[in-house]
């Protein structure tokens, strides 16, 4: 699972370029997550500037 960690996120766009499934979302400049769409691959992690994202066990 995809955890955002919002307090750091600067909402810059990075990672929804290069997810590979399309599951991440900025709308209205809020990241948005379809937790069903994302494979938990980590791409979007090493993507991010800022290291706001982190993929967790939790469900």
């Given at each position: 699972m995809l955890?955002?960690?919002?307090?750091?996120?600067g909402y810059c766009g990075a990672?929804?370029?290069?997810?590979?499934?399309g599951?991440?979302?900025l709308i209205d400049a809020y990241l948005t997550v379809d937790s069903e769409?994302?494979?938990?691959?980590?791409?979007?992690?090493?993507?991010c500037p800022l290291g706001a994202l982190?993929?967790?066990d939790e469900v």
């Open positions: 955890n955002i960690r919002r307090e750091i996120c990672c929804v370029s290069v997810c590979p499934e599951a991440l979302e769409t994302c494979i938990s691959c980590g791409i979007c992690t090493k993507a982190e993929v967790t």
